[in-house]
């Protein structure tokens, strides 16, 4: 293999590579990447054994063709230190590449290739649906925070994506204490043969965040989204990223949308920037707690917020209601779980609502495109 490729192409595609492969694996194949020439175009391929990557690439010059596997992290590292606009990349032999601009080349050990797994990236028979980099922005900042990384249940690490109808769909992540629902509207590719359900999978949130990197990089507003009960296969103009699913039959996710869209009999409504000011300011107090509670108490006109640590005192303070339906009641949150949920809400009033002290306090905002839940402390 020889060619000569802009510096800028080929350094953001090994960039999107390492997002995918595991770098520091014991496997060589699943820390590197394929380059091929095929049909004058250059194509990327990585896996991490589950998630895939590949991209075809056609502005390229290509002097001979070739195929090689090289350390994708390494190949990376020396064209990122590289200022020419164009790179040559050329196989010497057998075991060796060659880097190399005007005034400077390198040789890089290749890997042996011969057991790189086959990828399907075939998306013809999946269910197609269009979404936009708006969704997916707002999925990574309202969504992704309240996976349960590392639970047993491993669903639960993973968003559930639901269509309601042909025109909207929901996204659910819960880590048993907290909830957060998105719902949002997408394009079908044949709206009249989908019902309610028809489209559910549970996916990763590393995948949204790599899929993010991608659109926001290229400045791509809509991108194709295909899918079955298996996978997942984004297509971003040139580049396919396929993402193998959390199985939701054996272990499904939980069914918590009637907890989060049920309206309950009390609620209170505050500015959210009082509210999340005088939570930041009180999770000073309690940083260091082993469980760090926050006191609400509703009384007549305000809103009292209540901080204590033992080791470093206490903070009070009151917040005026926008509105309220409800009497006199205390309960206990969470305070960082909290902040988390009010910091990704960005609606100038936010209200609480509940059935006792003791129920699922769902937090909500005027258009109900976002919902979250917190249980409160019990102890």
């Not at 997408?186 to 019902?195: A, D, K």
């Not at 509105?323 to 009641?329: E, M, Q, R």
């Amino acid at each position: 293999m020889k060619l000569i490729i802009k510096r800028n192409l080929i350094l953001e595609a090994l960039k999107n590579v390492n997002n995918i492969v595991n770098v520091n694996n014991l496997n060589p194949i699943l820390s590197s990447v394929l380059l091929k020439t095929e049909d004058d175009k250059l194509v990327i391929t990585a896996t991490n054994g589950t998630n895939s990557y590949l991209q075809t690439i056609s502005d390229v010059k290509i002097k001979k063709e070739g195929e090689i596997l090289v350390r994708a992290k390494f190949l990376y590292n020396i064209i990122s230190k590289i200022e020419y606009q164009e790179v040559e990349i050329n196989q010497l032999d057998e075991k060796l590449l060659e880097v190399k601009t005007t005034n400077f080349s390198c040789e890089i050990n290749l890997t042996k290739q011969r057991s790189f797994p086959i990828i399907d990236f075939n998306y013809q028979n999946l269910t197609k649906i269009i979404l936009t980099q708006d969704v997916m922005t707002n999925v990574a900042s309202k969504i992704t925070p309240f996976c349960s990384i590392g639970d047993t249940y491993l669903t639960l690490e993973g968003i559930l994506f639901k269509n309601i109808d042909s025109k909207n769909m929901e996204c659910i992540s819960t880590n048993k204490v907290t909830a957060s629902y998105y719902c949002f509207n997408y394009q079908l590719q044949n709206p009249t043969s989908v019902n309610e359900g028809d489209i559910k999978f549970v996916i990763a949130p590393e995948a949204i965040k790599i899929v993010l990197e991608i659109l926001s990089s290229r400045k791509i507003k809509e991108f194709d989204l295909y899918t079955d009960d298996k996978k997942c296969i984004f297509k971003i103009q040139d580049t396919l990223l396929s993402f193998v699913l959390y199985e939701n039959s054996t272990y499904p996710f939980p069914d918590i949308v009637d907890k989060l869209l049920t309206r309950q009999k009390y609620s209170f409504t505050v500015k959210t920037h009082d509210l999340l000011l005088a939570l930041q300011r009180g999770c000073l107090f309690v940083n260091n707690e082993a469980q760090p509670t926050v006191k609400f108490h509703i009384g007549d006109k305000t809103l009292d917020i209540k901080f204590t640590s033992c080791d470093v005192g206490s903070s009070f303070e009151q917040i005026t209601f926008e509105d309220k339906n409800i009497g006199f009641l205390d309960f206990s949150l969470n305070p960082k779980m909290l902040v988390q949920i009010v910091a990704s809400i960005n609606m100038p009033e936010i209200t609480f609502n509940c059935d006792n002290e003791t129920s699922p306090i769902v937090i909500s905002t005027k258009n109900k495109y976002f919902v979250n839940l917190i249980m409160p402390c019990k102890f």
